[in-house]
């Protein structure tokens, strides 16, 4: 059983930075790959980004590239991810995610937390 609990999210304006966290409570933190996936209102989920167990491997939507960075901190069980040059189309409830039975799906996920992006 793993929990996740993001946090970080908020009203900020277009160009601006935030950073998202998800904290992770329950299995063995190291055992699994984290994800960061989003839903806009009235569109599907879409997979953000996402790393491996150690966090030397990193995957990135395409839309994100070069302005979101996500990593982890095993010591701490914390997933973040860190968005810059914040656009309007990024708004979106995030969700940080766990593919905790190893077999490449997310199978857990957290509540979400809200970012919106003012023009």
């Known amino acids: 059983q793993v929990q996740l609990v993001e946090s970080g999210g908020g009203l900020v304006q277009a160009g601006d930075s935030l950073r998202l966290s998800c904290a992770v409570s329950?299995?063995?933190?190291?055992?699994?790959?984290m994800g960061w996936f989003r839903q806009a209102p009235g569109k599907e989920r879409e997979f953000v980004a996402s790393?491996?167990?150690?966090?030397?491997?990193?995957d990135y939507a395409d839309s994100v590239k070069g302005r979101f960075s996500v990593s982890r901190d095993n010591t701490k069980r914390r997933v973040y991810l860190q968005m810059n040059s914040l656009k309007p189309e990024d708004t979106a409830v995030y969700y940080c995610?766990?593919?905790?039975?190893?077999?490449?799906?997310?199978?857990?996920w957290g509540q979400g937390t809200q970012v919106t992006v003012s023009s």
């Open positions: 995610a766990a593919d905790v039975s190893g077999d490449g799906s997310y199978d857990s």
């Open positions: 329950g299995r063995t933190f190291t055992s699994y790959d």
């Open positions: 790393t491996n167990l150690s966090g030397t491997r990193t």
